[in-house]
């Protein structure tokens, strides 16, 4: 059953997109600075390309996040969203945050955009990743609470899932998490400790509980498979990813001054990490193969499954291959850091924000289930050109941060880290054309909605 609230949705998933392509865009850019180290410059230095790159990233999938929040809470929870007037005024805070944000990136120096945005009250710019000013922090609070409030009396009235419980604990962690971001001491090894309680308790902790809750979601409507089959696949592997996640925190404590009994715990819980992100790959496919239906959405389906394969190899495996403190004593920091990151970020994160979209849109926009047939077909191509693209910026930046290391860390007689970079040019260049072939696919994804829109809608029987 549709509910007529659930179309808040679509400004999300659209700013959602908006936000993605100039994520990429700045990808670009600064892929190119790598190799051409004058490109753009002084207009967009590489430090400043940076910021947008992955500012861009985390507040796109923020609003991926929340819009797939009001999509599914009313329909797990039967019942109209509490606030939809609300829902959309907290878009357009949002939305116009971010692009003030990136435009104060673009247009000043770093040290005036903190000066006029009065950081010097409550100083908390400066950080990778948190680099936001302290104005758009408050701004992000703000948002961030009257959508839990939304959502909590949404689900307050209506009816209590396992899907619904497990995504608003994990949206409440998002939101208390993200209050370290405004704790910003001056000795730098507590200010790292703490910095980690946002990024790594964000991404290897309350994400996933979203991750796994949107994929059941979207699972439980593409199979037919029964709701306490999901719920309890989804029940253990959160399970494995709070136990592995919050004490493998520790692997980004190694080197960073903290005692050294944290390479141990961060070593043995960190390799605990792949082990929910394998049970996901199995899940995924487990209920795609005891579904009970053909749904005739096939490419939501496979985003669903890309994401649990992806995810699994991202954040699993590429994230074990350095998360031992040994072998993190020489590639802490190289090209392999960057090589895990993409695919892990694109795997678990950016492909079930996808999938979701996939899943919904349709139906917000009017159809009955699905796409028409050759919607569907540009977007298989578009999930095809994406992951192949990602599967080889990951493994050139691999090759890129092996190389790394063996020139910088390993020879008897290092060399220094610009000699070094030097001979990592060729992988830089490959990363460079992997990197278009991305952006043609997300092109491809946006025209799937389009092309072909008037057409009739596809059948399970032209599917099978």
């Known amino acids: 059953m549709q509910y007529q609230s659930q179309k808040v949705a679509i400004p999300y998933f659209v700013g959602a997109i908006v936000l993605f392509v100039a994520q990429i865009l700045f990808g670009l850019i600064m892929g190119l600075q790598y190799v051409m180290g004058d490109f753009l410059f002084p207009e967009i230095p590489f430090n400043v390309a940076r910021m947008v790159h992955t500012n861009a990233l985390i507040v796109w999938l923020l609003m991926g996040f929340m819009g797939a929040a009001y999509y599914l809470v009313p329909e797990e929870a039967e019942t109209e969203l509490h606030s939809p007037f609300l829902a959309k005024l907290m878009f357009w805070v949002f939305f116009a945050a971010a692009g003030l944000t990136v ?52 689900i307050l009235r209506g009816r209590k899932t396992a899907i619904n419980l497990v995504l608003m604990i994990g949206l409440v962690g998002l939101a208390v998490l993200f209050l370290f971001s405004f704790y910003n001491p001056t000795n730098l090894v507590l200010d790292k400790f703490f910095w980690w309680w946002v990024v790594h308790l964000w991404v290897e902790g309350v994400w996933e509980l979203i991750l796994g809750s949107i994929l059941a979601f979207v699972l439980i409507k593409v199979t037919g498979v029964d709701r306490e089959i999901i719920e309890k696949w989804l029940y253990i592997i959160i399970a494995m990813a709070f136990i592995s996640g919050i004490i493998g925190t520790g692997h980004h404590f190694f080197w960073i001054g903290t005692p050294e009994y944290w390479q141990w715990w961060g070593s043995i819980f960190s390799a605990l990490e792949p082990i929910p992100f394998f049970m996901m790959t199995i899940f995924a496919f487990s209920m795609v193969k005891q579904r009970r239906r053909n749904h005739p959405n096939r490419v939501a389906t496979l985003w669903a499954l890309g994401a649990s394969v992806m995810a699994f190899l991202g954040a699993g495996v590429w994230g074990f291959m350095h998360t031992l403190s040994p072998v993190n ?16 970020f694109y795997g678990a994160y950016v492909m079930i924000v996808l999938t979701i979209i996939s899943y919904a849109m349709p139906l917000l926009r009017g159809r009955t289930a699905a796409n028409s047939e050759r919607q569907q077909t540009l977007e298989i191509w578009s999930f095809w050109l994406m992951t192949i693209a990602m599967t080889l910026i990951t493994l050139f930046l691999t090759a890129a941060g092996i190389l790394q290391v063996w020139l910088q860390r390993v020879l008897d007689s290092p060399l220094p880290f610009m000699a070094a970079q030097d001979q990592l040019t060729v992988f830089y260049w490959m990363r460079e054309f992997a990197g278009v072939m991305f952006l043609i696919g997300l092109l491809l994804y946006i025209a799937s909605f389009f092309v072909g829109d008037k057409e009739p809608e596809a059948s399970v029987k032209t599917i099978a």
């Open 329 to 344: 004593y020489y590639t802490h920091g190289s090209q392999l850091t960057a090589a895990h990151g993409h695919m892990a």
């Open 103 to 154: 435009a104060g990136y673009l247009l000043v120096p770093y040290s005036t955009l903190a000066d006029i945005t009065g950081n010097e009250l409550l100083p908390t710019m400066g950080r990778e990743f948190l680099e936001q000013p302290t104005i758009t922090k408050i701004g992000i609070v703000v948002v961030a609470l009257a959508f839990l409030y939304n959502l909590g009396m949404t």
